[in-house]
């Protein structure tokens, strides 16, 4: 049943060219054109919604930072983002004009669909990203738009993210060519590289061996920061949980910026830090960082975009993914963490597949 992997988290891992590959067929029509079949969204309702939030939990949850970046992008709408515990308790506002969008692999996680029983109650338009047809969120939704990851088993999220992504670009492509906010090359571009995702994460795939031996050297590190900004910095929380729920390291994300407001002062000498830097837009940001906190003495493992090799001067390790949008390196940034995590937990002989502690859907509060 695990296709001859060791565990099922690597498998996932693997199987996500082809979820990425199947999402992204199911919505698309004559090449280039998206289809939303199943999803009430007309033009005049997305000029109506003055404001979207986004409400999910853990893996979820940083599919949707990931998606806010998108939206307000693409389609130019504010976008909330919260995790649903707290979203459910603070009278948020809503109302008519509002599109909700809940983010749930199972389907079944308790404080999301409380926090969609929430929004709906206040008369909010319900769209969610479920991965389990005929799910209680996916039941209770307006509209569902499913991501065709397939089952997941590994406790530890990984294919169900990278779908989660594809359905946020392919929601904020579609809202933002509606509106008129994007152009038709623009569109035409993103369309196009989307669908060189599933090979280029192959890619990254084909030479998981670097990342193991990554993994090799630093197994028995006690903690590990990831930083990031824009996009990587969803990136970053991702990675770091990833990480933590099943290898049981201290981990920590933060977006690079706020570095400096506090959390440097835990850098020292041989502090292993992990840094996105795939933003052509914030790469020079980026390299700052990296000697900020270099100069107090860290172990920096880089991941940027090929040919980006400017990089190299600064940090002790970079991993490299195939050059992409700087909207779109989420869907391949992750991938090489996932990995890395991975190993590191399976060096550290941890039960990987179901973690301590952990359940793979929480149906309580
Ligand atoms: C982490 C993980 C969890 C889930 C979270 C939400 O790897 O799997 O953080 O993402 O419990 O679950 P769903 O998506 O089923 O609502």
Same mark, same amino acid.
């Given at each position: 049943?695990?296709?001859?992997?060791?565990h099922f988290m690597l498998?996932?891992?693997?199987?996500?060219?082809?979820?990425?590959?199947?999402?992204?067929?199911?919505?698309?029509?004559?090449?280039?054109?998206?289809?939303?079949?199943?999803?009430?969204?007309?033009?005049?309702?997305?000029?109506?919604?003055?404001?979207?939030?986004?409400? $999910?939990?853990?893996?979820?949850?940083?599919?949707?930072?990931?998606?806010?970046?998108?939206?307000?992008?693409?389609?130019?709408?504010?976008?909330?983002?919260?995790?649903? /515990?707290?979203?459910?308790?603070?009278?948020?506002?809503?109302?008519?004009?509002?599109?909700?969008?809940?983010?749930?692999?199972?389907?079944?996680?308790?404080?999301?669909?409380?926090?969609?029983?929430?929004?709906?109650?206040?008369?909010?338009?319900?769209?969610?990203?479920?991965?389990?047809?005929?799910?209680?969120? $996916?039941?209770?939704?307006?509209?569902?738009?499913?991501?065709?990851?397939?089952?997941?088993?590994?406790?530890?999220?990984?294919?169900?993210?990278?779908?989660?992504l594809m359905c946020m670009?392919?929601?904020?492509?579609?809202?933002?060519?509606?509106?008129?906010?994007?152009?038709?090359?623009?569109?035409?571009?993103?369309?196009?590289?989307?669908?060189?995702?599933?090979?280029?994460?192959?890619?990254?795939?084909?030479?998981?061996?670097?990342?193991?031996?990554?993994?090799?050297?630093?197994?028995?590190?006690?903690?590990?920061?990831?930083?990031?900004?824009?996009?990587? /910095?969803?990136?970053?929380?991702?990675?770091?949980?990833?990480?933590?729920?099943? /290898?049981?390291?201290? /981990?920590?994300?933060?977006?690079?910026?706020?570095?400096?407001?506090?959390?440097?002062?835990?850098?020292?000498?041989?502090?292993?830090?992990?840094?996105?830097?795939?933003?052509?837009?914030?790469?020079?940001?980026?390299?700052?960082?990296?000697?900020?906190?270099?100069?107090?003495? $860290?172990?920096?493992?880089?991941?940027?975009?090929?040919?980006?090799?400017?990089?190299?001067?600064?940090?002790?390790?970079?991993?490299?993914?195939?050059?992409?949008?700087?909207?779109?390196?989420?869907?391949?940034?992750?991938?090489?963490?996932?990995?890395?995590?991975?190993?590191?937990?399976?060096?550290?002989?941890?039960?990987?597949?179901?973690?301590?502690?952990?359940?793979?859907?929480?149906?309580?509060?």
């Amino acid at each position: 049943e695990k296709g001859g992997y060791e565990h099922f988290m690597l498998k996932e891992i693997h199987e996500q060219p082809k979820g990425l590959e199947d999402t992204l067929n199911k919505r698309l029509k004559d090449g280039n054109i998206i289809n939303l079949d199943g999803i009430n969204m007309t033009k005049k309702d997305i000029e109506g919604f003055n404001k979207v939030y986004i409400v $999910a939990c853990g893996t979820a949850y940083h599919a949707g930072l990931v998606g806010k970046a998108a939206i307000e992008k693409m389609a130019r709408i504010p976008v909330e983002v919260d995790v649903a /515990s707290e979203f459910r308790y603070r009278d948020p506002f809503v109302d008519e004009s509002t599109l909700f969008i809940a983010i749930s692999q199972s389907g079944e996680t308790l404080d999301t669909l409380a926090a969609l029983r929430e929004a709906k109650s206040k008369g909010a338009r319900i769209l969610s990203v479920v991965n389990v047809v005929g799910s209680s969120v $996916a039941r209770e939704s307006d509209d569902v738009f499913y991501t065709w990851a397939g089952p997941e088993i590994s406790v530890a999220s990984t294919k169900a993210y990278t779908t989660q992504l594809m359905c946020m670009y392919l929601l904020a492509l579609y809202m933002g060519k509606e509106k008129g906010t994007i152009d038709g090359t623009y569109y035409a571009k993103v369309i196009e590289e989307l669908k060189t995702i599933p090979e280029k994460l192959q890619h990254i795939l084909d030479k998981e061996g670097d990342i193991e031996k990554l993994a090799d050297i630093f197994y028995k590190r006690e903690q590990v920061f990831f930083i990031g900004r824009g996009p990587d /910095s969803g990136v970053a929380y991702e990675g770091s949980l990833k990480l933590k729920e099943i /290898s049981y390291i201290n /981990s920590f994300a933060i977006a690079a910026g706020e570095l400096k407001h506090g959390t440097i002062a835990l850098i020292e000498d041989d502090t292993l830090v992990i840094a996105l830097a795939t933003q052509d837009a914030l790469f020079e940001k980026m390299v700052s960082n990296v000697e900020e906190i270099k100069a107090r003495g $860290a172990r920096v493992i880089a991941i940027a975009k090929e040919g980006n090799t400017e990089i190299e001067k600064k940090a002790d390790i970079v991993i490299y993914i195939p050059q992409c949008m700087d909207e779109l390196t989420p869907l391949l940034s992750v991938v090489p963490l996932q990995l890395f995590a991975y190993f590191v937990a399976k060096n550290r002989g941890c039960n990987i597949d179901k973690p301590k502690n952990l359940a793979k859907s929480v149906t309580v509060e």
